[in-house]
T-cell receptor, first 116, second 114 residues
Framework: DAGVIQSPRHEVTEMGQEVTLRCKPI?????LFWYRQTMMRGLELLIY????????DSGMPEDRFSAKMPNASFSTLKIQPSEPRDSAVYFC??????????????FGSGTRLTVV | DQQVKQNSPSLSVQEGRISILNCDYT??????FLWYKKYPAEGPTFLIS?????DKNEDGRFTVFLNKSAKHLSLHIVPSQPGDSAVYFC?????????????FGKGTTLSVSS
């Protein structure tokens, strides 16, 4: 299995531009999570899906952020318009369920976003 | 307010000695805890976990201790090796509450010198 695949690995964009981050979860995993890592807040949950349905989006910072999961093998996180404070590493993770007691979540390698 | 707290941003240890990473939580409903390890430019990877029905879980050089009354857990690495240098995240979940995701702390950067 190739694991959780995220693209792009790095993204540099100008303030005000739209940014789209992509994620392919592990086949058979029915939960998908978007986390953001910053020095100040560590790993914070943005949103998660179960069976392609958004369950908890309370971590989404504001309306500029949106996420979709059109099918079981693909999800996007979009920021429009982007701002410098959105600069962070964004991780996608998948698991067999949100509260798995086995091995937790499998994370992708992340997308490092820089907004200038 | 952070429900999972790792109050030490960094820890430096000599090779061969013990590394102790600490984690505190505030939600008494948390009943499953995990530690993740993260190398630069990689995603976090699962390291070890513990259920609230236990107070200790051991896997090779790694042992996690849980003190429910103090809402505190710790990860012990013995002996520490340079390859253990990474960021360690503590995570917690409420298994009985369906639909809740793992909550992570801010992480502790461990540096093991040879």
């Amino acid at each position: 299995d190739a694991g959780v695949i995220q693209s792009p690995r790095h993204e540099v964009t100008e303030m005000g531009q739209e940014v789209t981050l992509r994620c392919k979860p592990i086949s058979g995993h029915n939960s998908l999570f978007w986390y953001r890592q910053t020095m100040m807040r560590g790993l914070e949950l943005l949103i998660y899906f179960n069976n392609n349905v958004p369950i908890d989006d309370s971590g989404m910072p504001e309306d500029r952020f949106s996420a979709k999961m059109p099918n079981a093998s693909f999800s996007t996180l979009k920021i429009q318009p982007s701002e410098p404070r959105d600069s962070a590493v964004y991780f996608c993770a998948s698991s067999l369920g949100p509260t798995t007691t086995n091995y937790g979540y499998t994370f992708g390698s992340g997308t490092r976003l820089t907004v200038v | 307010d952070q429900q999972v707290k790792q109050n030490s941003p960094s820890l430096s240890v000599q090779e061969g000695r013990i590394s102790i990473l600490n984690c505190d939580y505030t939600n008494s409903m948390f009943d499953y805890f995990l530690w993740y390890k993260k190398y630069p430019a990689e995603g976090p990877t699962f390291l070890i976990s513990i259920s609230s029905i236990k107070d200790k879980n051991e896997d090779g050089r790694f042992t996690v201790f849980l003190n429910k009354s103090a809402k505190h857990l710790s990860l012990h690495i013995v002996p520490s090796q340079p390859g253990d240098s990474a960021v360690y995240f503590c995570a917690a979940s409420d298994v009985d509450q369906a639909g809740t995701a793992l909550i992570f702390g801010k992480g502790t950067t461990l540096s093991v010198s040879s």
